[in-house]
């Protein structure tokens, strides 16, 4: 199974490269105003606003290094239903993809209290890389809120 490469602070993690859409270059998003926490803003993709969730300021409170291996990860984050929706992902050190066997995690065994999208972690010879489970980086909240329909008429979000 192949699986992109981040960094979020000094740890490597690993998201599954089947759910990325396209690796872009870190760009400045359009600032959301009381957005939930981790939610830098909006980018345009292609003229379509997507969200976009600053991996590094979500786990760690500092936002992500503008660095020229800092990317964003336009991610087709799973909807209800069987659809998807495209969700952003700023992260530091996005240069590599990595094959390995899901088979490969293991529970870390302090799985109590950490976030929902942290998974398994599997050993190389640069150390542990962790599984970030996508669909579980927003909370039901946050994933209404962001990915609600609006009425196309008039823009109004709807309830």
Do not use: C, N
């Amino acid at each position: 199974m192949l699986f992109l490469t981040f960094r979020i602070g000094k740890d490597r993690y690993v998201l599954d490269a089947r759910q990325v859409e396209e690796v872009l270059p870190l760009v400045a998003a359009k600032a959301l105003p009381g957005a939930p926490a981790g939610i830098a803003g909006l980018i345009s993709y292609h003229g379509q606003p997507v969200p976009l969730l600053d991996l590094a300021l979500l786990a760690t409170g500092q936002p992500v290094a503008e660095v020229m291996s800092s990317r964003i990860i336009l991610l087709r984050y799973p909807e209800a239903g069987e659809g998807a929706a495209l969700l952003a992902l700023a992260a530091e050190e996005v240069i590599a993809t990595v094959q390995r066997a899901p088979s490969d995690f293991v529970p870390t065994g302090v799985e109590a209290g950490m976030p929902a999208y942290l998974g398994p972690v599997a050993a190389d010879a640069d150390g542990l890389l962790q599984w970030v489970k996508a669909p579980a980086l927003l909370t039901d909240d946050i994933r209404a809120i962001l990915f609600r329909p609006a009425d196309t008429a008039s823009g109004e979000v709807r309830p």
